[in-house]
């Protein structure tokens, strides 16, 4: 039911910067904790950061200092901005939304956007 779309990947030199973006199908994300992820081939899914419905944060050791999540539920919105970059920061970077229901869980992806770090 809920659609993610991803923008803002790309080409960037290392020590350059980058936000990403995740628009959401629906007006408000309050109910939902979002994370993104990161993957490069032959690897699994790795967590890059997370915000939960409050407005916590947390970061994979790699990303802090560096990367900060934010959200703005009114429109919708999910950003990762992204500073300081490293060739090994190369990677398909996906946007994940979630939430519990009842003991239920709902779940969405993004379609993935790709980020090459590269001089």
């Known amino acids: 039911q809920l659609q993610l779309v991803e923008s803002g990947g790309g080409l960037v030199q290392p020590g350059g910067s980058l936000r990403l973006s995740c628009a959401a199908s629906e007006s408000t994300l309050d109910r939902y904790a979002i994370a993104w992820f990161r993957q490069v081939p032959g690897k699994e899914h790795e967590l890059v950061a997370d915000?939960?419905?409050?407005?916590?944060?947390n970061y994979a050791d790699f990303a802090k200092g560096r990367f900060t999540i934010s959200r703005d539920n009114a429109e919708g919105r999910a950003y990762l901005q992204m500073n300081s970059l490293k060739p090994e920061d190369t990677a398909v970077y996906y946007c994940?939304?979630?939430?519990?229901?009842?003991?239920?869980?709902?779940?969405?992806w993004g379609q993935g956007t790709q980020v090459t770090v590269s001089s």
């Open positions: 994940y939304a979630a939430a519990v229901v009842s003991g239920k869980k709902d779940d969405y």
């Open positions: 915000i939960n419905s409050g407005g916590g944060t």
